[in-house]
């Protein structure tokens, strides 16, 4: 496993550069990177002070930076370090910026302006957070996601990550003899969607959390018989129901969210 220094420069909050970084990544899976996230990059007195950092550990920038003295000093100082620094996005702007005919309009963290859209955001965060776990069932008409799920299908975590975008999401879980709320079953706005999981990974996650919690492991909740109970008659549900079904035993919370998305607009495109 080969080790290095990799710098991530923003003139923001660095999510974006940190999440290219991370995708190209993946492709290199014999080398660990050391990061270095240096985030709100919006003067030059705050190159000099990263360049510091560089010269006691050396190893690659990547930026996301507008402002054109800032870039060309940190260019400068790493070709005088010789660093190599690549500007990730100017390939991808160039080529919308030809293809539109218009000149960029350099203001750092623009994407994070607090607009109708982040506003919009915080206002799904905060439904999340009243209507996770089954709480506040009456109000699931104003949702635009309802997950319905046995215990430990991440629910709670990919409605948080859907609210990111903007998504009124509420979960609501499966428990064993315990009815679902009628609400759910009332429900036309919001688009319903099963989530389950195999056996066996349901299982080793359940153990996990009951270590963490230091919960006695001789429990029905990770009994494999009732689990697979559970998850046969949460099955049965989501057909009868009509509810689309997500298996989530391999996929991240990212690729089981960017799924709900994709069948929240197929939704909204066949009712326009």
Known sequence: MTSFHLHLVSDSTGETIS??????????????????????????????QLTDNLKENKGIVLY??????????????????GIPCVSVLDPIISALGAYLGAKIQPIPGQQHAMNADYFDRIESMQYVLNHDDGQSTRDLERADVVLVGVSRTSKTPTCIYLANRGIKAANVPIVPECPLPEDLFNISNPLVVGLIKDAKRLIEIRRQRLKFLNQDENTDYVNPDLVNEEIK???KLFLKCGWPIINVSRSS???????????LNKRREDES
């Open 19 to 48: 999440l290219i970084a991370r995708a190209c990544m993946v492709l290199f899976n014999k080398a660990k990177p050391v990061e270095h996230l240096w985030s709100m990059v919006r003067k030059t007195e705050h190159v000099e």
């Open 64 to 81: 996301t930076l507008v402002d054109a003295d800032i870039r060309e000093k940190l260019e400068e100082n790493c070709r005088r370090l």
């Open 233 to 235: 008659d949460s099955r």
């Open 253 to 263: 919370i990212e690729e089981t969210a960017a799924t709900i998305i994709q069948m």
